[in-house]
């Protein structure tokens, strides 16, 4: 069994949803793994994983509109020390999670043809984000 373990560190440019799929395949090497996964776990709060379309940047737009629509700034939270972004960022992280697993099949993330790991920012002023990624496989 090999188990490897890298650290991702990454700054959103902006409030969003961003494909990262290059980013973590860059970090990590599961090259040498015929048969096992990749978990990605991300270290905050305030913004989340998913698995998304990768392809159309509409995706993106829209997937960060929705959210906002249901979740919006600015409601009469009760948790709101470092602004009004801050109570909605939390529940979208929730909402959308803080970890993935994928499997790696010969070597390669066994992604569909048009899935791509996003990493989801949900405050105004994003700051560096770590995502703990850990292969294990034969």
Known sequence: MKVKQEVLKIKAPKRGFFVITDKVLSTIDISDINIGVLNLFLKHTSASLTINENASPDVRVDMEEISSSLIPDGYNYHHSLEGTDDM???????????????????????????????????????????????????
Request: proline letters at 6%.
């Open 88 to 138: 909605p960022a939390h529940f979208k992280s929730s909402m959308f999670g803080v970890s993935i697993t994928i499997p790696i099949t010969n070597g390669r993330l066994n992604l569909g043809t048009w899935q791509g790991i996003y990493l989801n920012e949900h405050r105004n002023y994003p700051t560096t984000r770590e995502i703990v990624l850990t292969a294990f496989g034969m």
